[in-house]
């Protein structure tokens, strides 16, 4: 089982960033797939989720009208479309797979800084 991050970097603020999981070694159309973030000295925080069935909830205010989740079955892929960047928004992002298992990505350093 891989999930494999990509896409983060450095941006300036109000910059846009589009964040990549690709999942292998099970079923990824069945699965949960999330979005999380940790900023440095903070705790892990749950950002977007998308059900196997394409909805998707938010749980960080701070992130609605900017931050879109979205799924690609056909490629076992989970994308986070960040926009209007915040250096608030500086964490390490991770995506996360949960069904009757969980699996975690390594994560991708996201930095907003001028």
């Known amino acids: 089982v891989q999930l494999v991050e990509s896409g983060g970097g450095l941006v300036q603020p109000g910059g846009s960033l589009t964040l990549s999981c690709a999942a292998s070694g099970f079923i990824f159309s069945s699965y949960v797939m999330s979005w999380y973030r940790q900023a440095p000295g903070k705790e892990r925080e749950l950002v977007l989720s998308?059900?196997?069935?394409?909805?998707?909830?938010n749980y960080v205010d701070s992130v609605k009208g900017r931050f879109t989740i979205s799924r690609d079955n056909a490629k076992n892929t989970v994308y986070l479309q960040m926009n209007s960047l915040k250096p608030e928004d500086t964490a390490v992002y991770y995506c996360?797979?949960?069904?009757?298992?969980?699996?975690w990505g390594q994560g991708t350093q996201v930095t907003v800084s001028s």
């Open positions: 998308i059900s196997s069935a394409g909805v998707s909830t």
């Open positions: 996360k797979a949960t069904r009757f298992s969980t699996y």
